[in-house]
T-cell receptor, first 115, second 116 residues
């Protein structure tokens, strides 16, 4: 069973608009959530994270929102730029200080920024 | 600061062979984790090493093994290769185990393994 789900395999957004990527999880033990960005032929690059004690974390154009009761998080990118075109992975960890089971990843959403 | 280095970048093997992949973590990072990425399953956790000890292992058969050296470099070995082992194998390092919290995992560019 998939504990971290990204239900949209792909998303197309116009340059300058807001991109919203969604992620749902089922395991209540997840305590920390991360977003990674991946270009072809490269490894994932860490973008932003959020602890379960917060509901929002912002870093420049990137904001992550966490709705713990709904077990849902989203990544907002504003404004979207052509270089944002990549696959975005949502990941979860069971412990804030370091998990026992590594990171659990969603299957990714391919974001395409159109000019 | 140099990133995570994985070698080789590409590898072609045949069924039944065995393979060893190498990972050099970011300097100072003592935790190394391995992941398998396939189109159908996404990124799946293989195992994690910290201070030369395997801390935990994902749901993979015993053909998949690894080790970590005193300099934190890690190797992953797959024996009796099967067609389904074709994948991108990613290594990630972090200061502390787990990859969550304030010390996220940083990934290498992976080794693309193809089984013929």
């Amino acid at each position: 069973d998939q504990q971290v789900k990204q239900n949209s395999p792909s998303l197309s957004v116009q340059e300058g608009r807001i991109s919203i990527l969604n992620c749902d999880y089922t395991n209540s033990m997840f305590d920390y959530f991360l977003w990674y960005k991946k270009y072809p032929a490269e490894g994932p690059t860490f973008l932003i994270s959020i602890s379960s004690i917060k509901d929002k974390n912002e870093d420049g154009r990137f904001t992550v929102f966490l709705n713990k009761s709904a077990k849902h998080l989203s990544l907002h990118i504003v404004p979207s730029q052509p270089g944002d075109s990549a696959v975005y992975f949502c990941a979860a960890s069971p412990y804030s200080g370091g998990g026992a089971d590594g990171l659990t990843f969603g299957k990714g959403t391919h974001l395409i920024i159109q000019p | 600061k140099a990133g995570v280095t994985q070698t080789p970048r590409y590898l072609i093997k045949t069924r039944g062979q065995q393979v060893t992949l190498s990972c050099s973590p970011i300097s100072g990072h003592r935790s190394v984790s391995w992941y398998q990425q396939t189109p159908g399953q996404g990124l799946q956790f293989l195992f994690e090493y910290f201070s030369e000890t395997q801390r935990n292992k994902g749901n993979f058969p015993g053909r998949f093994s690894g080790r970590q050296f005193s300099n934190s470099r890690s190797e992953m070995n797959v024996s009796t290769l099967e067609l389904g082992d074709s994948a991108l194998y990613l290594c990630a390092s972090s200061l502390q185990p787990g990859g969550g919290g304030n010390q996220p995992q940083h990934f290498g560019d992976g080794t693309r393994l193809s089984i013929l």
